[in-house]
Structures are given as C-alpha cells and as structure tokens.
C-alpha cells in the first residue's frame, strides 16, 4: 500500500517501495502559493529533504542460514565494502566523513570497515551521518593494546571489558552490521593454540550482546593460510553460543587479470560450500601489478560465488605506504586514483541474485565436532577457557595479603616466573590443547600476578617481607576482603599463560635447616637475602643450571630445600655446578657476580651423579680461567629458547655457543634433557627451565 507523510504544510506520498509519487500542498498553502512563493517552496523543499533522508535510512541486518537479509524488508543483503582507516579516529571525523561519503557512495559503496578508534570520542555524530547516507559499519573489537596474542593467548576481564566497551559505543545504531572479535590473530599452524581464546571471546560478546535486546552479528577476519579450513571449522563447531555468525577471510589471491581457477577462488567455493553461516571477504585487492583493475568484482558477485559468499571490503579506501589506496588525501581533499575509477567500473555492473527471507528455509544448523587435536591444529574443543568474572577475580583480589607493586614486565616477568617454577600455578594456567584451564585464568594479569606472589608468600611468610618484596615485585597489604568495587585495570603489554611444574605440595623445611645448608656451601650467592641478590640474576642462574642439568636442581625443587628462600636455593644450584666444574676455577662459581666462594666450607654431603662441562675449550684454546656470561632470548622461531653463553679467556679470547631449549608455552611443555610440565611465564621468554 502507498504511504503518506504530512506536514501542516504538505504532503508526501510514496509507492510501497518507497519512492517518492507526488507532493500535496495543503489548502492553505496553495492559497498562499502566489503570494508567498519562496516560503511554500522552503516548506517542500524541507519536507522532501527529511524524505530523502528516511529512504536512506537503513535497517539492521539479520543472519538466516548463509546469508545476510534486510531485518524489516528481509531482502537479501551483500557486502559492497571498503576498509575505511584514513585516521585513527575516522568515526569521529566528521569533517572526514563530510569529505568522504559522496566518494564512498558514488563508487557504490554500502559498508565500511573500521580497525581502530578512540573510545573515549563521541561516536553517535559520525554514525548518523553515514546511516543517513545509507552505510552500514562492521568494525574490528581488538585493538593494538587490547588483542589476543598467539603468542601467549588469553581471554581475561581486562579483554573482555575493552571488547565490551566498544560494543556499547555502537550497539544501538541500526547501521552497526557487526562486530570482529578478532583479526588473523592465527598466522600459521603454531599459532591455533590461539583458536580457542577467540572462539571463547565470540561466545561471551554474543552472549553480552544479546542481553542488550539486539542480536548483532559477531565474526572473525582470518588470514589466507593453509590452517584456515580447521580455523574455519572450530569457530563453527560444539555450539551455536560459541560459533561465529559470519566468518571473515583476508585474500590476495586474485591479482591482476587472473581467473576464478586460477587465482584459487574456485577452491573456496568447493571449501565453503557446506558451511553454515555467511562468508565474506573482510579484505581483498591485490595491488599487483598497479594499478589495480579489480576483475575478480565480477566473480565475488557473479552465480560463480554468490552461493557461498556475502560481498566483501576492498583494501583501502586511502592510500597509505604500501600502496592499496583509492583515494590520495591531503587535508580537506580526497583525490580519486586510477584504482578508485577502476573499482567504480566494476561494481557498477554487478547485479548478484537475492532471495527473500521469507522464502529461504536452509537446513537447521546442526552441531559441528570440532576438529581433532593434531599437529596441524593446537585448540581442542573439549572445553573453552571460562567466561572472564570481575566479580570474582575482584574478590580473590581483595582478599589478597600480598599484592603486585609494579608494572614493570621485566621485574614481574622474573618473579613469577621463579615462583611458578618451584611451585604450582595450575590455579592461573591454560592450556587449549589438553583444555584446561585455571579456576582464575580470566582475571586481569595484574591480579593473577598478585595471585601467584600472595600464594609464595603464604608459604614463606615466616621470612617477613622478604618473601614479599621480590625487589619491589610485590608489597604488603591489608586486605579489605571486600567482593564488591573494582579490581585494579592496567593493562600489561603482554599476556600471562603459565603452565604447571607439579601439584604436589612442597616439603616443609625449617628455617634452620636452609641456613645450615647454605653455610655448609663452597659457592654460594654473596648474601642469603634474595632481595640484596636480585631475583632477575637469581633467575638466570637457575635458568641455566637446572635446564644444564636438571640433577643439580632435584633438591630445590621438590625436595628437602624445595621451601628455602630464593638465594639459598640458588645457592644450592650453582654449588653443584661448581663442584662438577671445579677445574675452572672462581669462573664456574661467578655466575654473572652473584657468586662467590666462600672462605671456609664443608663439602656437600649430596653428590652430583655425575660431571657435565659446560664450558668447553673451544678450537681457539681458551684457557680454563674464564668468565661467563649468559642471556636467554627468544629464537626467531616460536616455541624455542636460544641461551647464549659468551665465553672470555683472560687471553681476552671470546667465544659464543647457543644451544636450544624446545619450549611449548601456550600447550604448558618445556623440553630439555627431560620432558616435563614447566611454567610459561608473564611475558616473552623469561621461562624458568627446572
């Protein structure tokens, strides 16, 4: 039926599809037509303004089956997008989005993609400009500071509370289309251990979301690889909560005048023909050879594709360094380039077929398992790691006695990294492959730390501060038991995923009986006051020794000084070192100067079981009185340390040897000489090797 909108004024009259019919003056402003011209036509002029805008206004768009539909028109809905970063807060750009929009809907553009933005700017301004013109938005939740890291995944309050807020910002704007919790967080076959902290982030924000009263989609940007068909699957397995509504893949395959078989399109097809929620293209656009001419347009929307793909974003809208823009941008002016031009072409001639929703009925989604285990996939799908709980990690934290005192990663890094070595972190763990995860996994990194330092002290109080303090790692404080209020929210650059040395409770040794060992030492730290020593150097020494040889370490461990304080086990350490590398003299006790041999000691009454020389002569014939130095850092491949130990004669001779230390951080497994559960600590790769 035709619709009518009047105005004391006028009226406008509509078809059913929208379209404007016919303007009726009313009689009073026709009397008033003759003599009042300029004013009755200001009236019209305003009316048929406020039209314009309506039918541009959008509808929120709805998931059925594999496709996107209008949610009030339920015609079918394709992606006619560009990745749209030409500021760091483009939304929020008006004067942007002012120079902007007609160039994004002369080239025939209906979505826009956004990376980054400042949440604390007002983002409403901006996003009723581009509905009012017709563009819907999907924007990305991660940030550079708030992402999930394959390196050292989670999914905690910290991420979840910045996912959240940006899903506030732009929940109640029809033109949101929806929302990625992740973009190509996973590069390769290593980094799926990755996959279910992402597949746990879509759960919590679709569950958020639709608390809110509106279900807007959630999807995932992936990258082009080998891995992505496993990828593809876990983040639609188990569950319809946990499943992606859309799935985003970034692809340069087609370049220049390629074809659809070719380029690797026709295998898409073929990949995504059975899946179960709509596919996108969240980037595509090859820039070589430049300038682009965009062939591929006819494929992604031609019946070679539309079965199984929604559209997609070309990369970019401006031009950037490496090259993909479309328009060059110098202040308030945006220039066309050949590439823009080019697209424009193409999409003038696409005509996808649609289908209504009311007369798509796909199969019910039916429950997908999950892919195996394997070597070429790290996530199981088991279980996930737990929905993130503020108000529960708020109040362990508050009844925590002793508490982290810094930020700084290094320091945080080398002492929880020493704590979990000699003890268990279980209660902070994760490990997606074998899923499972700690009852306090979700929290912030600032409380997990403070978790674990209060959980050293307990044990060690009778030490006073000290066992604490960890050089400024940690401090006392009064808890104020209080399960309401918020928990401290700095964000580390980094994430914490330890993993568990063992479960079983540390022996009790008495004070005495520390002091008496260390007393009874030939090499021993300078002072028993692991403050006065340092925990980063105690933590290097005990990196080294006991990944050397695990024998030397049995007794600090689990054993009968496993309760000594931090420079007595070390202590402990590096005497066994010493003894089985006696030949060298003061060098094999030095230990990067925390060291020394004492004036008078009693021999050990524990043996080594055996002699290993670390310090080989090398070709050159450094003689035995040397110095060592040791440093571990991270190989360029993941999932291995490089120890590097630089040798100095008193010739002034030097020679480096690095040997490998096989880590596994994110699946919890450390290798050396025997294969065991180890901690994979708070940041890069300050792993203690016990």
């Known amino acids: 039926m035709w619709a009518k909108i009047t105005t004391p004024e006028a009226s406008l009259v509509l078809r059913p599809d929208s379209t404007l019919l016919f303007l009726i003056l009313s009689s009073h402003e026709r009397q008033q037509y003759n003599t009042n011209t300029n004013v009755t036509m200001r009236h019209a002029l305003t009316l048929l303004m406020g039209f314009l805008c309506l039918a541009l206004a959008v509808n929120p768009i709805t998931v059925k089956g594999t496709k996107f539909f209008d949610s009030v028109t339920g015609d079918q809905f394709y992606v006619v997008g560009v990745d749209y970063q030409p500021s760091s807060d483009p939304i929020a750009d008006i004067a942007g989005l002012q120079r902007d929009i007609p160039l994004l809907k002369d080239l025939g553009v209906n979505a826009i993609r956004i990376y980054t933005l400042n949440v604390q700017s007002d983002q409403s301004q901006g996003m009723q400009l581009l509905e009012q013109n017709g563009i819907y938005v999907i924007f990305d939740l991660s940030s550079s500071w708030a992402s999930i890291n394959p390196q050292n995944p989670q999914w905690n309050t910290d991420l979840f509370a910045a996912y959240r807020q940006k899903i506030d910002l732009f929940r109640s704007h029809a033109n949101t289309l929806g929302f990625l919790a992740g973009n190509e967080v996973m590069n390769g076959y290593s980094d799926t251990v990755a996959a279910a902290f992402v597949k746990a982030s879509v759960r919590d924000c679709k569950t958020y979301i639709k608390s809110t009263g509106r279900a807007i989609p959630v999807g995932y940007a992936a990258t082009d690889i080998d891995a992505n068909p496993n990828i593809m699957n876990y983040l639609d397995c188990k569950d319809v909560e946990s499943s992606v509504d859309f799935y985003g893949l970034n ?45 591929e347009v006819q494929a992604i929307y031609g019946d070679q594709m539309t079965d199984v793909l929604s559209g997609g974003f070309v990369y970019e809208y401006s031009q950037e360094a490496n090259g993909f823009g479309l328009v060059k941008i110098d202040g308030t002016t945006a220039t066309k380039l050949t590439d823009y031009n080019n697209l424009q072409t193409q999409l003038k001639s696409i005509n996808p077929k649609k289908v209504q929703m009311n007369s798509y009925n796909p199969t019910p989604n039916a429950v997908v398992a999950c892919p195996p285990v394997s070597s070429a996939f790290l996530s199981s799908g088991a279980s996930l790691p737990p929905t993130p709980d503020d108000a529960q990690c708020s109040c362990v934290y508050n009844a925590l006695e002793c508490v982290t005192a810094t930020t700084d990663p290094n320091l945080i890094s080398s002492t929880i990294g020493y704590i979990c070595s000699v003890m268990s972190c279980q209660d902070i763990s994760t490990n997606s492959t074998t899923a499972t995860y700690g009852s306090f996994s979700g929290c912030s990194d600032i409380q997990k730390s403070s978790y674990i330092l209060n959980a050293y002290y307990q044990i060690y109080k009778s030490q006073g501060s000290s066992a604490c303090s960890f050089n400024g790692a940690g401090k006392i404080v009064q808890p104020s038991r209080q399960c309401t209020g918020p928990a401290p929210t700095t964000q580390l650059p980094s994430t914490f995923t330890p993993s568990t040395v063992s479960t079983q409770a540390a022996p009790t040794t008495s004070p005495s009986a520390c002091t008496d060992m260390y007393a009874s030492l030939t090499c021993r730290t300078y002072s028993e006051d692991p403050n006065k020593v340092g925990v980063a150097k105690i933590t290097d020494a005990i990196n080294y020794v006991c990944g050397l040889k695990p024998s030397y370490c049995s007794a600090i461990t689990n054993g009968q000084y496993a309760n000594c304080n931090a420079a007595e086990r070390v202590s402990w350490a590096i005497d066994q070192y010493y003894h089985d590398n006696v030949a060298q003299g003061a060098s094999a006790c030095d230990f990067g100067g925390i060291g020394s041999l004492a004036a008078t000691s009693t021999t050990s009454t524990v043996q080594n079981g055996g002699t290993t020389s670390a310090n080989p002569t090398s070709s050159g014939g450094i003689s035995s009185e040397t110095t060592a130095t040791l440093s571990v850092t991270p190989t360029s491949s993941r999932g291995s340390t490089a120890v590097t130990e630089a040798i100095t004669s008193s010739a002034g001779q030097e020679d480096t040897r690095t040997f490998t230390v096989s880590t596994t951080q994110e699946r919890g497994q450390t290798t050396s000489s025997a294969t065991r559960f180890l901690p994979a600590v708070f940041f890069v790769f300050a792993v203690a090797l016990l």
């Open 251 to 295: 692809t340069y395959r087609w370049c220049g005048n390629s074809n659809f078989d070719q380029s690797g399109y026709s295998a898409f097809v073929a990949q995504w023909k059975n899946y179960d929620a709509p596919v996108i293209f969240t980037e595509y656009g090859c820039n070589q050879p430049s300038p682009r001419v965009f062939t």
